[in-house]
Structures are given as structure tokens and as C-alpha cells.
């Protein structure tokens, strides 16, 4: 069986990221959308609140699981028996990161191919920062992302569009 594995953050997950999974199931026996923690950003979405609506915007996919990602993903691809790492390219400036990103997990675990695709022209432009920043603008991001996701979205900055800041994100509110 050729398993592969497609990591992110996914806050929020976007139609961009729906195309590369549905893509990339296409050409694997399973997909596994690997859903990490990133210690350099500050999430809208918990991990849990994540893995929920990838579960669902993956439902009709029945190759596709989706769990959470904790600690290494080379090893993970390893745990899980991945012949590969699959990752979504928008734009050339992408290409940097994701080489530097490949060889390590090259490095970590030589058996694991990473699998580049690129993104459809539509969702060239589109990235998870800024959906976000259109939807707490009060923005329609309805053709960015899943009706799944808006509803979270439109949940999350309800209050904030009302004037208190969007649930999730006050700092007072992780302590």
C-alpha cells in the first residue's frame, strides 16, 4: 500500500488545501493529512477545533484520515509506514522553505520521497493568514473555504466583528 502523508497547521484549512488532499488521494492508496502544532504562530483554531473540520471537508474521500500531529514528522512519516510527504507549492517563493523542509526530512528519514504539488491558479493567492484576516475584517471568504469552515470562521469572529476580540485569540483567556 502506498500511504502518503500531507502535513499542516490548516488554521483554518482552505480550499487551496482541500484541491491538494483531494489531489494528492488521487495518486496514493492513503492520505494522511497530518494536522501539526506550529510553535511559531499563534493558532485561531485548537488543534481539536483543526482536525474536526478537515475531518469534514475529507468525508466523501474515503482514502483520507486525519489526525494531529505532535513532534516530528519525518518520524511520523516513519511510524505510519509513508512512502512520502506531500506539499502544496503556491508560488515559486514557496519552493525556499519546502527544499529546506524536504532535505531534513531526507535527512531524517532517507526512505520518505517528498511529493511537491502545485496548487491550482485559483488558489495561488490563497494562504490561511489571509483568510483569516479577511474574515476578522468581516471579509466574504465563502469561496476560500469550506461551508464547515466559514461557519467556524463567522463563529469565531462574531464577537469580534461586535467589538470584543475573536474567541480563541485573547491572550487573558489561556491563562
Known sequence: MRRAVYPGSFDPP?????????????????????VAINSEKRPLFSLQER??????????????????LQGLLARFA?????????????????????FQ???????LAPEVDTCFLMTHQQYAFLSSSIVKEVARLGGDVSQLVSP???ARLQQKFATHL???P??????EEDS
Open 51 to 68: 482536525v474536526e473540520m478537515l475531518q469534514e471537508c475529507c468525508r466523501a474521500l474515503p482514502n483520507v484520515r486525519v489526525v494531529p
Open 162 to 164: 461586535a467589538g470584543a
Open 78 to 98: 516513519q511510524e505510519v509506514g509513508a512512502c512520502a510527504i506531500v506539499r502544496g507549492l503556491r508560488a515559486v517563493s514557496d519552493f525556499e522553505y519546502e
Open 166 to 171: 475573536p474567541k480563541g485569540t485573547n491572550p
Open 14 to 34: 482552505t480550499m487551496g488545501h482541500i484541491d491538494i488532499i483531494a489531489r494528492a488521494a488521487r495518486l496514493f492508496d492513503e492520505l494522511i493529512v497530518a
Open 148 to 150: 464547515n469552515v466559514l
Open 101 to 107: 523542509m524536504a532535505s531534513m526530512n531526507r535527512q
